[in-house]
């Protein structure tokens, strides 16, 4: 009889695959752990575009969202850079009351068949980050808009006015994957992006500044080494970056 104590395993990463997309509500919200295994990608010569769909403009109390959101966008921008991203885009959705509907959707389906990704990566949609800890309406709602914003993207009968603005339908896209899930299924070896994800989320300062005290660079390095280090546990004791994988 299997040892109930000893957490299932998770599974390796897909890699027949070579070009990705990364969708998510919130500047920083990709560098809490998923840059780690985009740097990995892009070692192997895999691509990746980002796509936020707000600049963060809410998200620090200090600061007046007209001046949050310029600034937020600029480090999202330098944080792409540090682990190679060289293609950012917002799609201007407000931050903090992001709305789950046919509008998000249509938005994203754009962005899928713009970049025509074989991957498509996410973060976290469901209510929880597992436990109690409650997660975010943008998040859920972005993370939900995005797995059927794949599907909406290859069929050209699901806001057919893309086709007329030259985004001809995708139905390329072979897997979704979540980033942050309660309920992960796979994950990336990702030790060799560990230092460039710490030097992505780093650019997030400003950011980081007002939500801790603790020294910016210890708590990346804090925060991204002990979630890598709870993934390896279920995957061979590597450095790893863990995601619920959805196969279409």
Do not use: K
Request: glycine share 10%.
């Amino acid at each position: 009889m299997p040892d109930r104590t000893t957490p299932e395993q998770l599974q390796p990463m897909p890699t027949d695959w070579r070009r990705a997309l990364a969708v998510v509500a919130h500047p920083d919200d990709l560098e809490y752990g998923a840059s780690a295994a985009i740097a990995t990608w892009l070692d192997g010569g895999r691509t990746c575009a980002y796509v936020l769909a707000t600049r963060g403009e809410a998200g620090i109390d200090t600061l007046s969202p007209a001046e949050a959101g310029p600034l937020r966008e600029r480090e999202q921008r330098e944080s792409a850079a540090a682990v190679g991203v060289d293609t950012v885009e917002f799609l201007d959705h407000a931050d903090g009351v992001i709305e789950y509907g046919t509008a998000l959707r249509r938005d994203i389906a754009a962005a899928v068949r713009r970049h025509r990704p074989e991957l498509v990566l996410t973060l976290n949609h469901h209510d929880t980050w597992g436990g109690v800890a409650w997660n975010t309406p943008d998040h859920r709602a972005v993370g939900r808009a995005t797995l059927d914003a794949v599907t909406d993207a290859g069929n050209r009968w699901i806001f057919p006015e893309l086709v007329d603005e030259g985004l001809t339908p995708w139905n390329g896209v072979r897997y979704v994957a979540v980033a942050g899930s309660p309920q992960p299924t796979h994950a990336v070896d990702a030790g060799a992006g560990l230092d460039r994800a710490v030097a992505s989320l780093l650019c997030h300062r400003t950011y980081i500044e007002a939500l801790t005290d603790e020294e910016p660079e210890r708590y990346c390095r804090t925060f991204l080494e002990g979630n890598m280090a709870a993934a390896g546990e279920r995957f061979g004791g590597r450095q790893a970056v863990a995601f619920e994988l959805f196969g279409r």
